[in-house]
């Protein structure tokens, strides 16, 4: 399974970005999609969910309500729709896909398959 992310770049305090990532070499609904994400010197942190069956949602406290993940089954492509962005949001954006149990469903190992991250940078 290939994940390929896309979409970083640099914004402004504010403004809006939308990250993707299309899947290659599996069935795509098979996969629960997840963005996560990585600052300088700090670990990797889950930031949204999108489980494979009913589609049910899941998003880090620092971005409900600003972060919206979606995903188009036909093109096998997950989104991550990024709006108030903060300088505290820069950070390298990993997609995975997995099969997470419920419990760990924001935990980085239960993802097998990981993009190649795209850059985020939020000036102020």
């Known amino acids: 399974v290939q994940l390929q992310a896309s979409g970083g770049g640099l914004v402004q305090t504010g403004d809006s970005l939308t990250l993707s990532c299309v899947v290659s070499?599996?069935?795509?609904?098979?996969?629960?999609m997840a963005w996560f994400r990585q600052a300088p010197g700090k670990e990797r942190e889950f930031v949204a969910v999108?489980?494979?069956?009913?589609?049910?949602?899941y998003y880090a406290d620092s971005v409900e309500g600003r972060f919206t993940i979606s995903r188009d089954n036909a093109k096998n492509t997950v989104y991550l729709q990024m709006d108030s962005l903060k300088p505290e949001d820069t950070a390298v954006y990993y997609c995975a896909a997995g099969r997470p149990i419920l419990s760990e469903i924001r935990t980085s190992r239960m993802y097998l398959y990981w993009g190649q991250g795209t850059q985020v940078t939020v000036s102020s």
């Open positions: 070499g599996d069935t795509f609904s098979n996969y629960a």
């Open positions: 999108r489980r494979r069956s009913g589609g049910r949602t």
